[in-house]
């Protein structure tokens, strides 16, 4: 089976056995205690912790995920990989050990006619109802078997919370290793013997802070099979890399680096994982950047790049760009498992070549530190390169330790891999060490107990800014600040770049407070208010929940004018536009998209038109509910979106505009106004920002613009509409009046130096003129240089200005120049008045911090030529 067909042959056997398909989640997880999707369950994970109910019972999917904690084993052993697909097979409180089992064995041995004779499983310690269902129900030989204990075969959500004991399927690859010396090895045991090819986690128990395990009221079942691994069994490759969804990717890397190894190098192993994993994350919205996601894209792609650089020594010696072009073969050999690939091509492909171009630069500056520290290091009489050097270029400069070897080894220096490991193992178990404080599968207590007991709160704002609800939660989180939760609510809560509503809460007494924030954590809308009088209610009283209508309301006007933005972008400047981030407020909107072009101001403008040119078509907006495929194959746009809910809230504005939104909406885009454009800039590498307001914002901007022009009007003595005509008069009238000036300023310097020159005194046979001004721009100092060499014929002269800041000039005939520079000698001064500075040895400048101490610098410079 090719890696397509076991895609499909894993959804359609689950399919048969009632699960519902699900298509793989973004890589980006709603989860804010992820970077990444890591696993195929973290979609699932409120399911599992009970914080949502699933809305199937069984599940099915093929997930992507990416883990980068090995990155440094990637393309060394056969197994690891950045970006990897997970198979799995869910249930949330439905079927458990019995049917797990039984199906994941029959896919294996009936599906993919797997050998059972190659088959071995493991189970936990303790779990004799897992082994009793392998051994005596499936038939597994108990020679087959083995009990592992808490590293290998237990799964917890974190210290405590749900946990259970799992059970793996190995496949023996018959790779005894050299000499044979895993011929008496086990699953578990370290080696490339045992390929663990499935797992299946039984989540049965609730562990309590005291440490005792408690039955779960629901058992669910998590699976993961890795595709890759899967297809090296079925397809009989000892390396991933060699199965077919690797190999048309390997073939184009050699093709492209004109490589004629019949093999695969570990380079073009890098590059084809690194640039897989690219891929995806792009096509998912991360951009590289320095921080988060975007780090890590970043680190991805420069590593593939130097890896294949390696390869291809005029790739390095040219900064040539190259993977690029091995973005079609990805996304070719893959796109019929996701077909969004296809769409955002060449806009991955530009966002990659971009980084390498910037990343190849990058290199030639880390050479020139590595030659540097070379050359250092022979001064030093010494033949090696130090480990700190080594990894600074690899951790602080992304410099590949293999460019770092092959150079310093041309250059008869050695450098050890060994201590250059030992640095990058620190690093790597710092990195650890902060990673494992915290579980991939945190838990909030609070809200999951609460979600069990009450359920999701009622959203009733879209139709409704004022009900009364039912207390169910209240605290204090600081003084006269609290929490509150309701049975339903009319507030917003902050979530798709839209902030919360505000407004206020009160009782039938004397009780008022403010809202000024509400967040959703697992469908439960967290009020947060300031007390403004009378008592705090009780749990069970009921408010008056009354949402501030004019902040509702102007924030609305600006969330759907960005939805009008985003369309008027994609039609200027092309579908590559990707929305990176948003913020809608009651005050204006901030749209963040992916483009790597400086937009001009001819189609800033165009954009600003068509928004506006929407407004005044005052089209409907229409709010539907619909199966997400429907909306999709609509042409709706997924920003906001619930990835794995069946129905979607799509915002439709008249066929102009289609996205899944949770946000709020005006009915028509009439109501919005004016739209204006306030800023455009750059807020990161390929990332543009557009600042823009709506309705009375726009009309106030509109005022302030009047109110301005007025004011120059009145200041040029005429009319708003003469008003250009009057400054490019007064422009050219202020040309005139520089020149002027100019020339006075020539004349007065000349008169000047009639009697400055006659104060130069004579050291060491030398004619030296030197003086200290008060606010003399560095023209003037230039040209009194000039003239005091003209007058004096041979000479040396200083000169500096105390303009707050301290300013040297500093000029030396030529006939002179060979025992007296020019540079030297502003550098003294420049020094001394904490600055520095130099040029040639005729003439140079330069500047320093403190004007004050101009004079005592320039005498300085003069006991400097006192000593030449």
């Known amino acids: ?128 109802e897992a082994y009793d269902i392998w051994t005596k129900e499936i038939g597994v030989p108990e020679d087959h078997m083995v009990r592992l204990g808490d590293d290998d075969n237990w799964w917890a959500a974190g210290p405590i919370g749900s946990c259970g004991p799992c059970s793996e399927i190995y496949y023996d690859t018959m790779n005894m290793g050299e000499n044979n010396e895993e011929i008496n090895a086990k699953p578990g045991d370290e080696g490339n013997r ?42 009989n490759k000892v390396n991933n890399f060699e199965t077919d969804i690797f190999s048309p990717i390997t073939n184009e890397i050699k093709k492209v680096l004109q490589l004629n190894e019949d093999g695969l190098s570990t380079p073009v192993k890098i590059v084809a994982d690194h640039l897989r994993a690219s891929t995806f994350l792009i096509a998912d919205g991360v951009l590289p950047s320095n921080e988060g996601r975007g780090y890590i894209l970043k680190k991805l792609i420069r590593r593939a790049y130097g890896s294949g650089a390696l390869e291809n020594k005029e790739i390095f010696d ?20 996701y077909p969004e690939l296809e769409e955002k091509r060449e806009y991955i492909k530009n966002i990659i070549k971009n980084e390498e171009d910037k990343f190849s630069r990058t290199l030639k500056i880390g050479t020139n530190i590595l030659f540097e520290e070379i050359e250092e290091a022979r001064k030093n009489n010494s033949n090696k390169l130090s480990s700190e050097v080594s990894f600074k270029l690899y951790d602080t400069y992304g410099f590949p330790f293999e460019f770092t070897k092959f150079i310093a080894e041309n250059n008869n220096i050695e450098v050890s891999e060994d201590e250059f490991n030992i640095k990058l193992e620190e690093q790597v178990k710092r990195s650890q060490d902060s990673r494992n404080k915290t579980s991939d599968m945190i838990k909030d207590e609070f809200i999951d107990s609460f979600y069990k007991t009450h359920g999701k709160t009622q959203f009733l704002g879209y139709d409704s800014l004022k009900i009364y609800s039912k207390v169910l939660h209240i605290k204090e989180i600081e003084n006269k600040m609290y929490e509150i939760i309701f049975e339903e609510t009319p507030f917003y809560a902050e979530s798709g770049g839209q902030v919360s509503d505000r407004g206020i809460i009160t009782d039938k007494k004397e009780f008022t407070g403010e809202i000024i924030n509400v967040v959703k954590k697992s469908d439960i809308f967290i009020h947060y208010f300031k007390l403004i009088s009378g008592n705090i209610p009780n ?49 204006g909107l901030r749209f963040d998209f992916s483009y790597y072009e400086a937009i001009t101001p001819e189609q800033l403008r165009l954009i600003e038109t068509k928004v506006n040119d929407a407004i005044l078509a005052n089209m409907p907006v229409y709010i539907t509910y619909e199966n997400i495929n429907d909306a999709i194959s609509k042409g709706a746009m997924a920003l906001f979106s619930d990835k794995y809910g069946d129905i979607v809230r799509v915002v439709d504005i008249s066929d102009y505009s289609i996205e899944l939104c949770g946000g709020t ?153 060979s025992k007296y520079h020019s540079g030297n000698i502003v550098k003294v001064a420049a020094n001394f008045a904490g600055g520095n500075g130099g040029g040639r040895p005729d003439f140079a400048q330069a500047g320093g911090k403190e004007g004050k101490l101009t004079k005592d610098a320039i005498n300085a410079a003069i006991e400097y030529i006192k000593g030449l």
Request: hydrophobic fraction near 40%; include cysteine.
């Open 1 to 128: 089976m090719t890696g397509n067909e076991l895609r499909k042959s894993f959804i359609d056997f689950f399919k048969t056995k009632e699960h519902k398909h699900f298509e793989s989640a973004s890589l980006i997880p709603d989860d804010k205690t992820l970077l990444l999707t890591v696993a195929g369950m973290v979609p699932f994970k409120p399911f599992f912790l009970g914080e949502k109910k699933a809305p199937y019972k069984r599940i099915t999917t093929y997930q992507k995920c990416i883990r980068t904690n090995d990155l440094e084993n990637v393309g060394v052993t056969p197994r690891h990989h950045t970006f990897f697909e997970m198979l799995g097979n869910f249930s949330f409180g439905d079927y458990f050990k019995k049917e797990a089992i039984e199906w994941s064995w029959e896919y294996i041995t009936q599906i993919l006619k797997l050998d059972p004779k190659r088959l071995y499983v493991s189970v936990y310690l303790t779990d004799d």
């Open 194 to 235: 045992f390929l663990e090819i499935w797992n299946l986690v039984f989540t049965e128990w609730n562990r309590l802070e005291d440490g005792s395990l408690v039955p779960l009221p629901e058992k669910n079942i998590d699976t993961g099979a890795g595709l890759e691994r899967i297809a090296s069994v079925v397809q």
């Open 318 to 337: 040219n900064s040539e760009t190259y993977l690029y072009k091995i973005v079609d073969t990805i996304i070719d050999n893959i796109k019929e498992a």
């Open 539 to 587: 749990v069970g009283d009921e408010l008056k929940l009354i949402v501030d209508e004019e902040f509702r309301r102007d924030t609305m006007k600006n969330h759907t004018a960005t939805h009008l933005l985003h369309k008027a972008l994609r039609e200027v400047l092309g579908t590559t536009v990707e929305q990176a981030g948003s913020l809608v407020n009651n005050k």
């Open 665 to 817: 909406h005006v009915k028509s885009t009439g109501a919005i106004g004016l739209f204006k454009i306030l800023s455009e800039q750059g807020k990161a590498s390929g990332v543009r920002r557009i600042e823009a307001i709506t309705g009375k914002e726009s009309l106030a901007y509109l005022y302030k613009l009047e109110n301005t022009i007025d004011d120059i009007s009145s200041k040029f003595k005429t009319s708003s509409g003469n008003v250009i005509e009057a400054i490019n008069k007064s422009r050219e009238e202020a040309k005139l009046q520089e020149q002027l000036i100019k020339e006075l300023q020539r004349r007065l310097v000349t008169y000047e130096m009639s009697d400055l020159v006659n104060e130069a005194v004579e050291i060491n046979g030398v004619k030296v003129l030197y003086k200290d001004f008060e606010n003399k721009d560095i023209d003037e100092l230039k040209s009194l240089i000039d003239i005091a060499k003209q007058k004096l014929k041979s000479c040396v002269v200083i000169f500096g200005s105390n303009n707050d800041k301290a300013i040297f000039v500093a000029g030396v005939t030529k006939d002179l120049t």
